[in-house]
């Protein structure tokens, strides 16, 4: 009987893949999360406008990633 942890079809390729690519979007963000606070005293910026830097640079990666999803040819 096979077991399910003896599987390395496209299936496990596939979940690698989308794991490093979760990883690389989560280390983006982290590091953007790092620098919040200089890039506030640089521009003398309020939390709101923080806030705000956060949201459009989440949005802005997501778009990538999406926009890279949508665009690739289908078989």
């Avoid at 690698?16 to 200089?38: D, E, K, R």
Wanted: proline content about 5%; cysteine-free; charged content about 5%.
């Amino acid at each position: 009987m096979k077991n399910a942890s003896d599987d390395t079809g496209p299936g496990m390729m596939v979940l690698a893949t989308l794991i490093m690519g979760a990883a690389v979007a989560n280390l983006n963000l982290s590091v953007a999360n790092v620098a919040l606070p200089s890039i506030g005293q640089a521009f003398d910026a309020s939390q709101v406008l923080i806030n705000l830097v956060a949201v459009g640079f989440s949005l802005g990666l997501a778009a990538l990633w999406f926009g890279a999803i949508g665009g690739s040819p289908r078989p």
